[in-house]
């Protein structure tokens, strides 16, 4: 086994378990594949989240992927309505790849721009198929992905070519050919109005993101004034019965009061007349 195979098990196991079972596998291990094995890092919460989809429904992400190749010919071909189908389409797998994240909105963020910018990049859509990354990805749709960092342990270059099976997606027609100056214009407007599609689109996420937030805490401030209004009206009530029960003890103390001198005198005159009794 070598450290690749150790990589492909490590970064299938849920990151809660993710530093045992390096340490598991590291101590089995000799030499150098022992040092390899301590130097693979921790994912972050988005990159297991995607290792995890990788793995679980491979089927999907191959469709995910799948899109890039056919929206790089629609922006050459400068096809609007395919570009707006296949965004469509994008959408779509990514919102039921997202469906069943049990994650933070940012972490959901994260993979979503980790799998738009595997769908723009064909360096992304290796990394994201290798199940192997330790961080998220994002592209700017100007310039390539650098995911030299990003992956557990470097992909070799029959990963970083291979292609993702075909979608299920009815295929779209091939563009017709085009001049060499036309070419060099729409790889421009293609760059150009992915960079715009792709900031439009963080914005979005964002802004929906933050509204979300928002909400929740919204909800939150209103089921706590709810608690505080019921432990207000509560005190209030406990209040009024202290009021009540102390204006009845500051009766019960003047009534009281007032017998001391009947009660004085009771004694002063019982004891006058013990004195007479005994001849005193």
Known sequence: MDLRDVAADLYGVAP????????????????GLRAGIKGLRKPTASAAAVNALTRRDPALIDRILALGDRMREAFAARDREAIRELTRQ??????????????????????????QAAVIDP???????????????????????????????????????????????APQAEPAPESTATARESASERRERQRAVRAAERALERARSEADALDDELDEEVDRRADLEAERASLDRRLQRTEAELAESKAAERALRK???DLQRAVREAERALAEARGE
């Open 90 to 115: 994008r959408q779509r797998l990514l919102q039921t790849a997202l469906r069943d994240l049990d994650a933070s909105p940012a972490v959901g963020r994260e993979v979503e721009e980790t799998l």
């Open 259 to 261: 017998r001391i001198p």
């Open 16 to 31: 809660a378990d993710f530093v045992a079972a390096r340490a598991t596998a590291a101590a089995g291990a000799d030499g």
């Open 123 to 169: 360096a992304a859509a290796a990394a994201v198929r290798s199940g192997m990354l330790v961080r998220a990805l994002e592209s700017t749709g100007v310039e390539s992905v650098d995911v030299s960092e990003a992956v557990a342990v470097p992909l070799d270059a029959s990963e970083l070519t291979a292609r993702p099976r075909p979608s299920t997606a």
